[in-house]
C-alpha cells in the first residue's frame, strides 16, 4: 500500500486565562464548507478532524452538533476518512481542566457522545499532543489552568492520559474497531556534558505518554520516582501497566523549534535564551542553531520511535512557519524520509500536510492574540482562500506525481551553513544552494540589492545582472542572458524611476515600456515567470479610499502614463506575468529613502518639509521583497498591490517616523506639495489596498521593523 497523504487545518482551542482561542475561527474555516472540498482535491485519504470539545459543548450538557455534522457529511461525500480529534491543546470546557479529578471521564462522556452519534469513524485522537499540551499548561504556566511546577504537569499529563484511555473504550462500545491515533512531538535534546542529566530526563520525559499507554511504566521505568514524587499515586500509574492501551498508530510531530539544545555558557547567549532549573542556569536554544551536524529531525524521530514501539507510525503534522521555498523544502523532504524509510521495512501510514489553511500566534506559542498569520497550503488573506505552491507541491504528491517547483532543488535553511547563529559545536557542515537561479535585474538600485539579499537569506541561487549582462530593452541581449543562465523566473527591477525628469526624458519609455514588454515576450516564449514593478501614480487621485487593482487607472504624469502602459503590453503579451505596484519605498538598505532621509535632517536639528495633502501607502522594502518572492514561487499572475497596511500623508508618516525615533516631531512642517518643486503632478490621494489578497503588515510594524534594524546595522558599524 502507497504512502498515504494526509491533512488537516490547525484546530487549537487553547485558553489563556479567561479567554479561549479558536485557531478554525481565526482561519475561517469555521465558515467555509468548501475547504472540505480544496483538501480533498490534494488527493488525501484522511482529514485529521477537529471535534473540539469546546465548540461543540459551549453550555454543559448542551452539545451542538451542527458544524460536525455537516463538515462530515461533506468529507464522507469526497470520499475522506476522519481522525477525529476532540481536545487540541485544550483544557476542556469552561467548567473544567486538566487537574479537575473529573476530567477523565468527562472527556470520556464527549467522546462517548461523538462516537454514537459517528459510529462509522474508524480513527480517533482523544488528545493532541497529551505532553506537549501538559508542559505548556502544567510546567511553563502558558495556557489554562497555568501551573507552573512539577506537580502540575503530572497531573495534567495524567488526567489526558486517563482521558484518552477512557475515551478509547467508550468509542469501542460503538465501535469495536476503532483506531487510536496518538500524536506527540518528539524533539529531542542535546547538550553540554555538564547538562547531561537535564537532557536525559527531558528525552525520557518526551515518551511518557506513548510508555503510560503501551504500559511501559513501572517501578522500573526511569521516571517512576519523578512521577511519584510529583503527585502520581502507584495505582494510578500501575492501572496503565495492567490495562495498556497502545496506539494503533503512533503520530510523530516533529518542529525544528522543539529540538533543543541546553548550555550552561550563558555568556554566549543572549539574556532572552537564559533560563534555568534549579540547579544550574543555562541557555536552552535551537538545536539546529547551534549544531555543525545537519539535524535529521523526521527521519531520526521516525527511526527510534520505531526501534521503541515496534508500532504502525504516521506523520501526523508536517508544517513550518517561514517563506514559502522553505516550506515547500520541508513537505518534499518529510515525504522523502518517509518513503525512504517504508523501503527499510518502516510501517510508515500517512504523512500530513498540516496547518492546510494557515495558522495564527503561534509566534507567542499561541499566548496573546495579535493576527501573526503564517500561510498553509492555502493563504486565507485572501477571499476565496488563495492556493499555494505547497498545496500545489502537496497534490502531486496525493497523486503520485513528481515534485517540479524548481526551489526544491536547494536545501532547506536547516541545512545551510547560514542555520548557525550562535557558537557552534563541531564543525559546521553546510550543503551549497543548487537549481536553476533567479534573474535579477538592476544590480545597482535599491529594490534589485534587496531582492539579492533576500535570495541570500532564501537560499535562492540568483544572479543580480547589470545593465551590460542583460539590457531589457534589447531583444538579443534579453536572448543572450536566457540562454546563458537558464533562469526559472526574471525579476526586473530595472527602470526610469526619476519622476520629475520622465516628464521631458523621452528615454524613459525605453526603460519603463519597451524593456518590460520585451522581456516579457522572451520569457513567454520559454515558458519563464517574469515579475514587473509598477507604482501607485498610474491613479489620478480621484478616490478617497485606497485603491484596488481593478480600479480604472487614469495616471496624471508622464511617469504614471508608462507604468500603465508597461502593465497593459506586459499582461497582453504574457498573461502569465506579474505585475506588482507598489509606492514610496522606506528600508535599512539604502540611505536615500523619504524616512531616512527625513530622520537624519531631525537628528541634525534640521526642519524637515513634507507634504500634507499628498497621501500615499508607505513601503517598507523587505515586506515588498518577502510578499513578491512567495508570489513568484506561487506562480501568481496578473496585478497584485503591494504596500504596507495604511494610508498617511508625507508630512504624518514623517511624523510617526520622528514619534518612534524618539524625536522631536514638531520639526516636521507639513507644506503643501505644490511648494516642494515638484515638475510632475502627483495624485492627491494614491493609497493601495488589494481586493486579492492583504499579504504585507501594517505600516507601523514594519516602520517598528525599520528601526530596529537601522539601530542593530549603526550599532554593527560603531562596534
Known amino acids: 500500500m502507497p504512502l498515504e497523504l494526509w491533512a488537516g487545518p490547525e484546530c487549537t482551542l487553547n485558553r489563556v486565562g479567561e479567554r479561549f482561542f479558536d485557531q478554525l475561527i481565526a482561519s475561517g474555516v469555521d465558515d467555509r464548507l468548501d475547504d472540505l472540498d480544496r483538501l480533498a482535491s490534494l488527493g488525501i485519504r484522511r482529514m485529521r478532524f477537529p471535534i473540539i470539545w469546546e465548540r461543540v459543548e459551549r453550555s454543559r450538557g448542551e452539545l451542538d452538533w451542527g458544524w460536525t455534522d455537516s463538515r462530515l457529511e461533506r468529507l464522507q461525500a469526497l470520499g475522506v476518512a476522519p481522525i477525529a480529534g476532540l481536545l487540541h491543546h485544550g483544557s476542556g470546557p469552561a467548567w473544567t481542566d486538566m487537574l479537575d479529578p473529573a476530567f477523565p471521564e468527562l472527556l470520556a462522556e464527549f467522546a462517548a457522545r461523538a462516537a454514537e452519534r459517528y459510529p462509522w469513524i474508524d480513527a480517533w485522537t482523544p488528545v493532541n499532543e497529551p505532553l506537549t499540551t501538559a508542559r505548556f499548561s502544567g510546567l511553563y504556566g502558558h495556557w489554562y489552568p497555568h501551573r507552573s511546577d512539577d506537580v502540575g504537569f503530572v497531573r495534567c499529563l495524567l488526567g489526558e492520559m486517563r482521558g484518552t484511555v477512557l475515551a478509547m473504550r467508550a468509542i469501542r462500545e460503538f465501535n469495536p474497531k476503532a483506531m487510536l491515533v496518538q500524536t506527540e512531538?518528539?524533539?529531542?535534546?542535546?547538550?553540554?556534558?555538564?547538562?547531561?542529566?537535564?537532557?536525559?530526563?527531558?528525552?525520557?520525559?518526551?515518551?511518557?505518554?506513548?510508555?503510560?499507554?503501551?504500559?511501559?511504566?513501572?517501578?522500573?521505568?526511569?521516571?517512576?520516582?519523578?512521577?511519584?514524587?510529583?503527585?502520581?499515586?502507584?495505582?494510578?500509574?500501575?492501572?496503565?501497566?495492567?490495562?495498556?492501551?497502545?496506539?494503533?498508530?503512533?503520530?510523530?510531530?516533529?518542529y525544528l523549534t522543539s529540538e533543543r539544545h541546553l548550555d550552561e555558557r550563558i555568556e554566549l547567549y543572549p539574556e532572552h535564551l537564559i533560563g534555568g532549573n534549579g540547579r544550574h542556569r543555562y541557555a536552552d536554544v535551537e538545536t539546529v542553531r547551534v549544531a555543525g551536524e545537519i539535524v535529521g529531525s523526521f527521519e531520526a524521530r521516525l527511526q527510534e520511535t520505531h526501534e521503541r514501539y515496534g508500532l504502525p507510525m504516521a506523520i501526523t503534522e508536517v508544517h513550518l512557519g517561514c517563506s514559502r521555498e522553505e516550506q515547500l523544502r520541508w513537505l518534499n523532504q518529510a515525504w522523502i524520509?518517509?518513503?525512504?524509510?517504508?523501503?527499510?521495512?518502516?510501517?510508515?501510514?500517512?504523512?500530513?500536510?498540516?496547518?492546510?489553511?494557515?495558522?495564527?500566534?503561534?509566534?507567542?506559542?499561541?499566548?496573546?492574540?495579535?493576527?501573526h498569520y503564517e500561510p498553509g497550503l492555502w493563504d486565507v488573506r485572501s477571499t476565496p482562500p488563495r492556493e499555494t505552491a505547497i498545496a500545489k507541491l502537496a497534490r502531486q504528491l496525493g497523486h503520485g506525481q513528481k515534485p517540479d517547483h524548481p526551489a526544491l532543488q536547494g536545501p532547506g535553511w536547516w541545512q545551510r551553513e547560514s542555520r548557525i547563529k550562535h557558537p557552534p559545536i563541531g564543525v559546521?557542515?553546510?550543503?551549497?544552494?543548487?537549481?536553476?537561479?533567479?534573474?535579477?535585474?538592476?544590480?545597482?538600485?535599491?529594490?534589485?540589492?534587496?531582492?539579492?539579499?533576500?535570495?541570500?537569506?532564501?537560499?535562492?541561487?540568483?544572479?543580480?545582472?547589470?545593465?551590460?549582462?542583460?539590457?531589457?530593452?534589447?531583444?538579443?541581449?534579453?536572448?543572450?542572458?536566457?540562454?546563458?543562465?537558464?533562469?526559472?523566473?526574471?525579476?526586473?527591477?530595472?527602470?526610469?524611476?526619476?519622476?520629475?525628469?520622465a516628464e521631458n526624458d523621452p528615454r524613459q519609455w525605453r526603460e519603463n515600456v519597451v524593456g518590460p514588454e520585451l522581456l516579457a515576450k522572451a520569457c513567454a516564449r520559454r515558458g519563464i515567470r517574469v515579475v514587473n514593478f509598477s507604482s501607485d501614480l498610474v491613479f489620478d487621485g480621484s478616490k478617497d479610499q485606497p485603491y484596488l487593482e481593478g480600479d480604472r487607472t487614469q495616471p496624471l504624469n508622464a511617469y504614471g502614463r508608462a507604468k500603465k502602459a508597461s502593465e497593459e503590453r506586459m499582461l497582453a503579451v504574457s498573461p502569465d506575468a506579474l505585475v506588482v505596484r507598489t509606492a514610496a519605498f522606506f528600508g535599512p538598505w539604502d540611505s536615500h529613502n523619504f524616512i531616512t532621509l527625513a530622520l537624519a535632517a531631525m537628528r541634525r536639528g534640521e526642519p524637515w518639509q513634507a507634504?500634507?495633502?499628498?497621501?500615499?501607502?508607505?513601503?517598507?522594502?523587505?515586506?515588498?521583497?518577502?510578499?513578491?518572492?512567495?508570489l513568484v514561487c506561487d506562480g501568481e499572475s496578473g496585478i497584485w498591490h503591494l504596500a504596507n497596511r495604511g494610508a498617511v500623508s508625507w508630512s504624518t508618516l514623517a511624523c510617526m517616523a520622528a514619534e518612534a525615533a524618539n524625536l522631536d516631531t514638531s520639526l516636521v512642517r507639513g507644506v503643501p506639495g505644490t511648494l516642494l518643486g515638484w515638475v510632475a503632478p502627483r495624485p492627491r490621494y494614491s493609497a493601495l489596498g488589494s481586493e486579492r489578497g492583504?499579504?504585507?503588515?501594517?505600516?507601523?510594524?514594519?516602520?517598528?521593523?525599520?528601526?530596529?534594524?537601522?539601530?542593530?546595522?549603526?550599532?554593527?558599524?560603531?562596534?
Open 185 to 254: 512531538d518528539l524533539g529531542k535534546i542535546s547538550s553540554t556534558p555538564r547538562l547531561a542529566y537535564q537532557a536525559d530526563f527531558e528525552n525520557l520525559r518526551r515518551w511518557l505518554s506513548f510508555d503510560l499507554l503501551t504500559g511501559k511504566v513501572g517501578p522500573e521505568h526511569g521516571l517512576w520516582d519523578y512521577l511519584v514524587n510529583s503527585g502520581a499515586s502507584e495505582t494510578e500509574l500501575l492501572a496503565f501497566r495492567d490495562e495498556p492501551c497502545p496506539p494503533d498508530i503512533v503520530g510523530i510531530n516533529s
Open 337 to 371: 524520509v518517509a518513503e525512504r524509510l517504508r523501503e527499510r521495512g518502516l510501517d510508515i501510514r500517512g504523512l500530513t500536510c498540516w496547518a492546510a489553511f494557515g495558522s495564527f500566534d503561534w509566534n507567542s506559542l499561541v499566548t496573546r492574540w495579535e493576527g
Open 428 to 501: 559546521v557542515q553546510g550543503l551549497p544552494l543548487a537549481g536553476q537561479p533567479l534573474l535579477i535585474t538592476g544590480a545597482t538600485g535599491t529594490l534589485g540589492r534587496a531582492f539579492a539579499r533576500m535570495c541570500i537569506v532564501r537560499g535562492l541561487p540568483y544572479h543580480l545582472l547589470r545593465r551590460a549582462e542583460m539590457d531589457v530593452a534589447d531583444e538579443s541581449s534579453v536572448e543572450a542572458a536566457l540562454e546563458k543562465w537558464q533562469p526559472w523566473a526574471v525579476i526586473n527591477t530595472a527602470g526610469f524611476v526619476r519622476v520629475d525628469d
Open 611 to 630: 507634504a500634507h495633502d499628498q497621501w500615499v501607502s508607505p513601503t517598507y522594502v523587505p515586506d515588498l521583497v518577502s510578499a513578491t518572492l512567495d
Open 694 to 719: 492583504q499579504l504585507m503588515p501594517t505600516l507601523e510594524d514594519g516602520l517598528a521593523r525599520y528601526l530596529a534594524e537601522v539601530g542593530t546595522e549603526e550599532t554593527s558599524i560603531t562596534t
